[in-house]
C-alpha cells in the first residue's frame, strides 16, 4: 500500500465533503440502474456513496481502515440510508468474490495506490460480466491558474514529489486509459470533466482550503518530515493561495481523467 498523501485534517474534509455526483460522477450517472448493486472503492467521507445509495439498490462502501470508514457510516446515519453495508478493504485484494457487482467506482483512489493496474485488475475481478468498472482522477500537471503565483508553482512541485514518495502517482488522470488497458479491458471508454473555480465565493472556498491544507494536513507534516518543505516555505505557499483567492480576476481549473470500462 502507498501512504495516503492528504491525511483527513478538517482542511481536507472540507474539500472532500463537497463532493456529489454532479462534480465528481457525473459520467457515471447515465449507468446508475435502480436495480445496480455497487461496489464504491475508497469511499471517504461517503458524499457521494450516499447519493449512489439513493439510486441503486445497494452499495457496499469500503476504505483502509475503521476509522475512515466511520466518515461514510456516519453520512449514511445521516441520510437514514439502510441499502448500505461497509468493509475495511485494500483496492490491491479485495475480499469480494467474483461478479459480485454491477458496478465498481473509485473516485481519486488510483492517484494514491501502490499498483493502480493490480486496483482495476481486482475490479474488474468482481464486477459481474458485462459489468461496469467506472473510474476519476484528478491530473495534478494538468492544473492551471491564473494570477500567475510563483508559490502556486512551488505548491504543485511539492504536491508532486510528496505524492511520488508516498508511493502514488498525481498525474493519475491521463494514465487511467493506459491502465485499464494494462488491466485486461478491452472495452474502455475514457472521457474528461473539470473543476473550475472563477468567482469570490468558489475562489475563497478553494483558495482557503489550500491556504490551510498546506499548513495543517497530513501533507504538511510529511514535506517537513522529509525535508521537502520548511515551515517557512509551507508558509509561503499559504500565503500564495490567499493571493490567488483575493485576485478579482482569479481563475482555476482541475482536469480529471475518467473511465467507464467494461468487465
Known amino acids: 500500500m502507498a501512504t495516503y498523501t492528504h491525511g ?10 463537497n463532493r456529489t455526483i454532479a462534480n465528481s460522477a457525473e459520467y457515471l450517472r447515465p ?4 436495480d445496480a448493486a455497487l461496489l464504491d472503492v475508497g469511499a471517504g467521507p461517503g458524499t457521494i456513496t450516499v447519493e449512489f445509495a439513493e439510486r441503486v439498490a445497494h452499495v457496499t462502501a469500503t ?9 461514510s457510516r456516519s453520512a449514511a446515519a445521516e441520510r437514514g440510508l439502510t441499502n448500505l453495508e461497509f468493509a475495511v478493504a485494500d483496492v490491491h485484494a479485495l475480499s469480494f468474490a467474483d461478479d459480485s457487482f454491477d458496478i465498481v467506482h473509485a473516485h481519486q ?14 475490479m474488474r475481478r468482481v464486477a459481474k460480466p458485462g459489468g461496469i468498472v467506472a473510474a476519476r482522477d484528478a491530473d495534478y500537471a494538468g492544473f492551471l491558474w491564473f ?8 505548491w504543485l512541485r511539492l504536491y508532486q514529489d510528496a505524492a511520488r514518495a508516498n508511493g502514488g502517482e498525481p498525474d493519475a488522470g491521463r494514465r487511467l486509459l493506459s491502465w485499464a488497458k494494462a488491466a485486461g479491458f478491452e472495452d474502455v471508454t475514457a472521457t474528461a470533466s473539470t473543476w473550475c473555480y472563477a468567482n469570490a465565493e468558489d475562489r475563497a472556498w478553494w483558495g482557503g482550503m489550500w491556504a490551510d491544507r498546506i499548513l495543517e494536513s497530513a501533507l ?3 514535506a517537513v518530515d522529509s525535508g521537502l518543505a520548511t515551515r517557512a516555505d509551507l508558509e509561503r505557499m499559504s500565503a ?9 480576476d482569479g481563475w482555476y481549473l482541475v482536469p480529471h481523467g475518467e473511465i467507464i470500462a467494461r468487465a
Open 147 to 154: 494570477p500567475l503565483i510563483d508559490e502556486l508553482d512551488q
Open 109 to 122: 483512489v488510483l492517484q494514491h495506490v501502490a499498483d493502480p493496474v493490480q486496483a482495476l485488475r481486482e
Open 220 to 222: 504538511a507534516r510529511q
Open 31 to 34: 449507468h446508475l440502474a435502480p
Open 8 to 17: 483527513h485534517h478538517e482542511s481536507v474534509l472540507r474539500s472532500h465533503n
Open 63 to 71: 476504505e483502509i481502515g475503521e476509522p475512515e470508514l466511520a466518515l
Open 240 to 248: 500564495g493561495w490567499r493571493q490567488w483567492a483575493d485576485a478579482e
